[in-house]
T-cell receptor, first 113, second 113 residues
Framework: DTAVSQTPKYLVTQMGNDKSIKCEQN?????MYWYKQDSKKFLKIMFS???????INETVPNRFSPKSPDKAHLNLHINSLELGDSAVYFC????????????FGPGTRLTVT | GQQVMQIPQYQHVQEGEDFTTYCNSS?????IQWYKQRPGGHPVFLIQ?????EVKKQKRLTFQFGEAKKNSSLHITATQTTDVGTYFC?????????????FGKGTKLSVKP
């Protein structure tokens, strides 16, 4: 059983389009995250979501908006895609009551042309 | 702001050689985590260190947390091709919400058979 799943795995789209990436975790964790990993492999946190509290990294453009319908899901919507948005996006989850180790999804490779 | 630095950025070794990556934090950390990301894969949690001077071993991997809890290292003895990947250290992000991690930029290990 997949612990943290993401769809789609690959996403190729043109500049200016709007797209969404979905994430689901079946671990019963209370906190979920979105990370962006660029071509140099730098992992940067974009959002964290815990008990309906959203913490936004101030460097993230407001074209990015996370949406959490429930504790097991945290989707990422991106408006007006730009070339610089091309990256791998990882969803992750953790249980803040335990070790705080994070479980990552398989990633979504976004390519903006 | 808070920083977690890792060196080296890249390491190429011959199979059977040892490998070490070093992690330094600008602030004292309550704990440090290590993750491994295989090529094309997602980060996978390896271990968490909590105590000052702590040393933990996982088969050929030895993890150490410095006495001042500002630095850490991962040492692999007699590397194998299965060790290929990028190794990240991560510490709590004190500027973010609880459970947020700040990742080092990673050390990419390649192993020549």
């Amino acid at each position: 059983d997949t612990a943290v799943s993401q769809t789609p795995k690959y996403l190729v789209t043109q500049m200016g389009n709007d797209k969404s990436i979905k994430c689901e975790q079946n671990l019963g964790h209370d906190t979920m995250y979105w990370y962006k990993q660029d071509s140099k492999k730098f992992l940067k946190i974009m959002f964290s979501y815990n008990n309906k509290e959203l913490i936004i990294n101030e460097t993230v453009p407001n074209r990015f908006s996370p949406k959490s319908p429930d504790k097991a899901h945290l989707n990422l919507h991106i408006n007006s895609l730009e070339l610089g948005d091309s990256a791998v996006y990882f969803c992750a989850s953790t249980d803040l009551g335990r070790m705080h180790e994070q479980y990552f999804g398989p990633g979504t490779r976004l390519t903006v042309t | 702001g808070q920083q977690v630095m890792q060196i080296p950025q890249y390491q190429h070794v011959q199979e059977g050689e040892d490998f070490t990556t070093y992690c330094n934090s600008s602030t004292t950390l309550s704990n440090i985590q290590w993750y491994k990301q295989r090529p094309g894969g997602h980060p996978v949690f390896l271990i968490q260190l909590v105590k000052s001077g702590e040393v933990k071993k996982q088969k050929r991997l030895t993890f150490q947390f410095g006495e001042a809890k500002k630095n850490s290292s991962l040492h692999i003895t007699a590397t194998q091709t299965t060790d290929v990947g990028t190794y990240f250290c991560a510490g709590p992000n004190y500027g973010g919400s609880q459970g947020n991690l700040i990742f080092g930029k990673g050390t990419k290990l390649s192993v020549k058979p």
